[in-house]
């Protein structure tokens, strides 16, 4: 770990953006150019005080986890985030295994889309990263690890909690949509690749998942209409669309709902409401 070559390169890199190229306010005067400390590590869900550290010399390694949340902060290129990789003492990330660096220019297409649920995903379906709406609506996904990132391995090891935002009657076409995606990066990733052992993993946890492996279905999810359960509002008909990248590594999903339509409504509260629940209601009164 070069410590001095990971200080310079973090703050050379934030002092060369600015708050509305990464979708941040501008705020109240700044004294320096560029983004502060405290807006890279709200970005890069980390604590000010250890970002803080990593720019001045003395934190300690970060994790392959933690430069991949800081290479989306920081709006880096595939070059720029191998190199933050190799100065942290860290091997570079294969670039074709699905892996979690997103694109810039795909995350300022994401920064634009304010009212309406949108977020990225990687070919074996992990969440990279999420707008707010699209935690106010599916909850915040940042924080599984290992195998549970990818949607695909909760959906067929925790179906209690995974499937509980879809109707009951959906269940089954989304568990042969989720296989035959699966299978769709299996084909171009490879057996020895994570794909591959995501593949292997599920194989021996769930039998159902087995039976529609065994089918052979693939299949690439560019649009879907769907309804999902939201635990306040209820059940929000939504049209989701796919905008994949040049390698089909990954994929912008964004979900919109139809003009003047009781969902539109809902996704409308949604954005005033966010992550919080509705307070419960006073004995003899109203809701707070």
Not at 280 to 288: K, T
Request: hydrophobic fraction near 35%; charged fraction near 30%; aromatic fraction near 6%.
């Amino acid at each position: 770990m070069d410590r001095t070559a990971l200080s310079d390169f973090l703050r050379r890199h934030r002092e060369a953006l600015r708050p509305e190229d990464v979708g941040l306010p501008e705020g109240a005067r700044r004294r320096a150019p560029g983004l502060r400390r405290e807006e890279v590590a709200l970005l890069a869900a980390m604590s000010t005080d250890y970002y803080t550290r990593l720019e001045q010399r003395r934190g300690p390694q970060p994790s392959e986890q933690m430069l991949s949340s800081l290479s989306r902060a920081l709006r880096l290129t595939d070059d720029e985030r191998d190199y933050l990789y190799r100065v942290a003492g860290h091997n570079t990330p294969d670039r074709f295994s699905g892996g979690g660096h997103v694109p810039p220019a795909l995350l300022r297409v994401l920064d634009r889309l304010e009212d309406t649920p949108a977020l990225v995903l990687s070919n074996l379906g992990e969440t990279l990263v999420q707008n707010r709406m699209a935690v106010a609506l599916l909850g915040d996904r940042s924080g599984y690890t290992g195998l549970a990132r990818s949607e695909y391995y909760r959906w067929f090891t925790e179906p209690e909690t995974a499937r509980a935002q879809y109707p009951e009657e959906d269940r089954a076409r989304q568990s042969r949509a989720q296989v035959a995606s699966l299978r769709d990066a299996y084909g171009a990733l490879g057996p020895r690749s994570r794909a591959g052992e995501l593949v292997r993993a599920l194989l021996a946890e769930s039998p159902e998942f087995a039976e529609l492996w065994d089918r052979h279905d693939v299949a690439r999810r560019f649009e879907d209409h769907k309804t999902l359960l939201h635990p306040e509002l209820g059940a929000i008909e939504l049209d989701c669309q796919a905008l994949f990248t040049e390698d089909q590594s990954q994929c912008l999903l964004v979900l919109t709902a139809a003009p003047r339509t009781e969902a539109a409504e809902k996704l409308a509260l949604l954005s005033v409401l966010g992550t919080q629940s509705f307070a419960p209601a006073a004995p003899g009164g109203e809701a707070r």
